[in-house]
T-cell receptor, first 113, second 113 residues
Framework: SQKIEQNSEALNIQEGKTATLTCNYTNYSPAYLQWYRQDPGRGPVFLLLIRENEKEKRKERLKVTFDTTLKQSLFHITASQPADSATYLCAPSFMDSNYQLIWGAGTKLIIKP | NAGVTQTPKFRVLKTGQSMTLLCAQDMNHEYMYWYRQDPGMGLRLIHYSVGEGTTAKGEVPDGYNVSRLKKQNFLLGLESAAPSQTSVYFC????????????FGDGTRLSIL
């Protein structure tokens, strides 16, 4: 079965720098992959979706890349701000799982002023 | 915009008691989902529904039942609560099954003593 790995250790970044989060998967490539943000005590909020045939997707200060050779997606936040501090969840969708999302445990991002 | 609303927000049960968690969405979405989130783990799908009157099992369905009598509502039932069901429960909805974001409620924090 597929395993989704995100760095379990918190990522500390200085304000203004670029934060890069990693999502690794095993076996074969997903049909698409989503990234969500989750704040304490709240539900996940959708950020970006990237399809298997796409290399990169952008939305304002956010960028997602997809490398099927490395079996990895990277999530970047440029010009990071303390308000970007949250846990970020990766969720690929695989055809053999009836396209249900398989969720990573998330990486906690802390942006220091 | 209410989006996805979950009730109750918190609940403490004794082992063996039963309860129902309610999820309501006002986005006219066909697809609805129940997840549980435990520390250090990704969201795990309990049950889902592809439309009014339909339900299907997810990854961890044992000990739970669901019903979707109305399109806007998705109920999760625990018939005989067990301490292993202590968790945070999230409901989500989406326009379609694939290539669409999921919209989440803010969760129900359930403790089973």
């Amino acid at each position: 079965s597929q395993k989704i790995e995100q760095n379990s250790e918190a990522l500390n970044i200085q304000e203004g720098k670029t934060a890069t989060l990693t999502c690794n998967y095993t076996n074969y490539s997903p049909a698409y992959l989503q990234w969500y943000r989750q704040d304490p005590g709240r539900g996940p909020v959708f950020l970006l979706l990237i399809r298997e045939n796409e290399k990169e997707k952008r939305k304002e200060r956010l960028k997602v890349t997809f490398d099927t050779t490395l079996k990895q997606s990277l999530f970047h936040i440029t010009a990071s701000q303390p308000a970007d501090s949250a846990t970020y969840l990766c969720a690929p969708s695989f055809m053999d799982s009836n396209y249900q999302l398989i969720w990573g445990a998330g990486t906690k991002l802390i942006i220091k002023p | 915009n209410a989006g996805v609303t979950q009730t109750p927000k918190f609940r403490v049960l004794k082992t063996g008691q039963s309860m129902t968690l309610l999820c309501a969405q006002d986005m006219n979405h066909e697809y609805m989902y129940w997840y549980r989130q435990d520390p250090g783990m990704g969201l795990r799908l309990i049950h889902y529904s592809v439309g009014e009157g339909t339900t299907a099992k997810g990854e961890v369905p044992d000990g739970y039942n669901v019903s979707r009598l109305k399109k806007q509502n998705f109920l999760l039932g625990l018939e005989s609560a067990a301490p292993s069901q202590t968790s945070v429960y999230f409901c989500a909805s989406s326009y379609s099954e694939i290539y669409q974001p999921q919209h989440f409620g803010d969760g129900t924090r359930l403790s089973i003593l």
